[in-house]
């Protein structure tokens, strides 16, 4: 198979889809990779290594597209790059397709198969090409929400993990999963006061194990979040429903009772985020104010440290980009049922029932398993 790689486009977006070590491994199963040039450069790939590792060097992301026979990204292809994708072309990357209409429609347009990153799942439920970025936004937004706490950047003043004589800010975080017990580690790890709210009693369970009392956990329910956000320095929002669109657990009436100058990391904006003003940010501009509280919605969080994700990323992506190269997409998918669980967009078609849902697509539905016949 020909296996794309194009340069990632999107704001401050310095991951690349395959590291050369990836590409190398693809090159010794037999397949041609094509990278763009200069694709690799945010995390110190030259397109030479990609040379050494067997891959063939293009020029430009057109050429890329029209040669490939899979396209393998990072992030959410832009609208000028769905205009380059094709029937029968397979698109394997995040797509966070739920709060982004413009681009569903695009990628239906195009007539692609597109396998989400974040909604193939493995035993037990878990997601496990989501899970690595979720650890990496974990961890950042501890650091992203003790930066903006400092006065100078419009925060309250507080530092995170105190000091002798005085209270240490307190975190509040909303999830439990990965993004959240990733932050809460970082968190206990400054000496911050840390709190995490969920609703899975099995999750609770293993949380308080894992932290051994160093942190509390607390059921969630509307009086709960209500509560403890309200007197939080810093909120850290890491809700995730697979596919759809992430609950709105603050909402601007709550936000108003929060203390002014604390801030909320909302971990959740790819899925629409989980407060009620949350709006997607960039790198270039992070962050606003609304009702007094810094928001840091950032949609791409792991780009800044592009390295280390890039390598995260693709330790779980690689197996999964083997056997759709190898089988090809049909027999991959029917081979793993958790594969099937990423297709999200087939000829003009969503495939993945919470998308359509949540983009009141239901007539655009087409059941994953029909789409294998």
Known sequence: MR??????????????????????????????????????????????????????????????FAKAEMIVKVKEPQLAECRMLKPGQVLFTYLHLAPDPEQAEALMASGCTAIAYETVTAAGGSLPLLAPMSEVAGRMSIQAGAHHLEKAQGGRGVLLGGTPGVQPGKVVILGGGVAGTNAAHVAVGVGADVTILEKSLARIRHLDEVFNGRVRTVYSTVDAVETLVSTADLVIGSVLIPGASAPKLITRALLKKMLPGS???????????????????????????EEGVIHYCVANMPGAVARTSTMALN????????????????????????????LNVHAGKITFKAVAEALRREADYRAADACLA
């Open 3 to 64: 296996i794309g790689v194009p340069t990632e486009i999107k704001n401050h977006e310095y991951r690349v889809g395959l590291a050369p070590a990836a590409a190398r491994e693809l090159v010794h199963h037999g397949h041609e990779v094509l990278v763009q040039a200069g694709a690799g450069l945010g995390i110190g790939a030259a397109d030479a290594d990609y040379a050494a590792a067997g891959a063939k060097l293009l020029p430009d992301a057109a050429a890329v």
């Open 263 to 289: 801030v909320v990391v909302d971990i959740a904006i790819d899925q629409g985020g989980c407060l009620e003003t949350s709006r997607a940010t960039t790198h270039d501009a992070p962050t606003f104010v």
């Open 315 to 342: 330790n779980a992506t690689l197996p999964y980009a083997l056997a759709l190269a190898d089988k090809g997409w049909k027999t991959a998918l029917a081979d793993d049922a958790g594969l099937k669980d990423g």
